[in-house]
């Protein structure tokens, strides 16, 4: 199934045009590196007409938008606020993370060092609420507000997950939870903007968040499945990924916490000091399989899809939109099954 | 001289709580190593009575509140939001530039590592915004634009002083330029948030923050020459500290360009390649003296504090308040001679 953000190209031109329209403020050499993360130019700042990503959550945020006003020009500063902050966590992340590679590419901090990428994260992480703040009224103030509530969540969120990798033992609930404030907040936050720029009722807001908070768990399941067993040529990363790195995945805490006869064997992979050979992926992949992590994460995928529909409904809301919107939202959790 | 920051205690007791309410909402690892930053507790996490700097841009802040309105408690959040800003910027700039030492105590990073130290900056970044946001009404929206340009000038300054390091010549006015984004913004912006929270008019708040701009300039000069001759029981830093990173300061790059005989001599001494030794450093200081740069900050310092303080004539103001904003200010500065 394909992710269906390419239909959108008013918006997604719309989006671009923000995007390079702010990052154009930034001071010259702030400006090259964005440009660079952005896709928009190579290292040596020559344009290109690279894979700047799926701009999937300003697209949420426009359509969102629509839902509440039948229109989405005016959600515009939220859309490119809120993929600035997206860009600006995974600038920091993939220094934190020690990633080399992001979209196919050498990460911003693999190419210009270190200092420069936290201060690039920083000038975008700026700019989000300049954007957002300059589109006036008193949306730039509540839309300041839920987006610095949001940056909050993202940082507790890896946070936590930095620091389930020095752990044994994590719970699902814990995972969950950590998995919701590192991906879910924001997906929330592009729905909700959207909706109040869209101006839409409070009632309206909040429902909008929920729809972008269940969808973004939903996403981060079919993430970590992809993580597995997703194709190396699709994902970018090495196949079996994420068990590679021992990985504290939701299909992996929900299989070590399963009380399933082999989950003790996936547990002894897990703790083993050395790295794991192909033989022995390829076992712990099964046993997250027979554990039922793997089923697991595809229902907990589906059920959350369907509940963020739900969630829409009976809310005064333009239907066709609405239409589009579940559309896109099924498309981006429908990667693997 | 005494910088005056102590006599204002009620000031000084409302900023402390706004700073632990806001730093309190922030996730435990976030909020623990905020505490320690701020120099509220130990490395670790009990209660100290720690030096936790003067809070000197939060106070003018107070201040010019207080110009415009006679009162200064509508300032407060504006206040909150500046330091945050400002220790954001400290935490990263340590990052960056290596600093073992803030306060005459180990950094952030060098405490708890760098990428804990990334995420805490990044959460007083957005926890700024956010205290802003939540001021309400339309100087929220005003103030978050504000901030987010002056964090945009940081990071322009930040950047090019790490460029600096690596360029043999630096023009006066590029290290004006620089010190101009990297102090003189966030002074600025601080005593012009303070007017927009006291409800000042567009023209007061430009007037106040044409004088923090001033004196952001001049508080750099002096803390260029702090740099060089300051005690370093007071500094917290090595003496000559400056010499020993040859760091390419207001008065070393005035010194550098004066066109005087003795320029060559300290030309040479920046561009040795061995470390400096106490008598190298002892020369650089009295070639940086002998070229003018020592008179010629010192100058700069008086012109630019006074500038400031004619600057706030005839904007219809509270004469009692302009009077300790200026006392204040003229404290900040009067540090060397």
């Known amino acids: 199934m394909t992710v269906l953000t390419d ?74 606020a809120v993929e600035m902050v997206h860009n600006f966590s995974l600038i920091h992340d993939d220094i934190i993370d020690r990633d080399g590679l992001r979209r196919h590419r050498p990460t911003a901090w693999k190419v210009f060092g270190v200092n420069d990428a936290i201060l690039v994260g920083d000038a975008l992480h700026a700019l989000a609420f300049e954007v957002i703040a300059e589109a006036g009224g008193d949306r730039a103030r509540a839309g300041a507000g839920l987006l610095a509530q949001t940056v909050r969540a993202l940082i507790e969120g890896q946070l936590a997950d930095t620091r389930f990798e020095g752990r044994e033992h994590v719970d699902l609930a814990e995972c969950v939870a950590m998995s919701e404030a590192k991906t879910a907040s924001l997906m929330g936050c592009a729905t909700a903007l959207g909706a109040l720029f869209g101006g839409g009722t409070p009632e309206q807001v909040e429902a909008l968040r929920d729809f972008g908070s269940r969808l973004g768990l939903a996403f981060q399941h079919v993430d970590d499945l992809l993580g597995i067993w997703g194709d190396p040529a699709v994902t970018g990363k ?56 793997r089923i697991a994460s595809q229902r907990a995928a589906e059920s959350l899809t369907a509940a963020a529909a739900d969630g829409l409904a009976d809310r005064r809301l333009h239907g066709g939109a609405v239409e589009e919107l579940t ?3 099924a498309s981006t959790v429908g990667r693997v099954w």
């Open 7 to 80: 239909q959108y190209t008013a918006e997604r031109a719309a989006i671009d045009a923000g995007l390079r329209a702010a990052a154009s403020r930034l001071p010259a050499p702030a400006a090259r590196i964005a440009a660079y993360h952005f896709g928009w130019t190579d290292e040596a700042g020559n344009p290109v007409e690279a894979n700047s990503g799926k701009a999937l959550r300003p697209l949420l945020t426009l359509l969102a938008a629509k839902t509440v006003s039948g229109q989405w020009h005016t959600a515009v500063p939220a859309a490119v």
């Open 238 to 293: 090495a196949v079996y990924s994420d068990l590679r790195n021992r990985k504290k995945s939701l299909p992996v805490t929900a299989a070590l916490g399963s009380g399933h006869a082999d989950a003790p064997e996936l547990a002894a992979l897990y703790r083993a000091a050395a790295p794991l050979d192909e033989d022995g992926l390829r076992r712990a992949a099964e046993l997250v399989e027979s554990c039922g992590g």
């Open 327 to 329: 559309s896109l939202a």
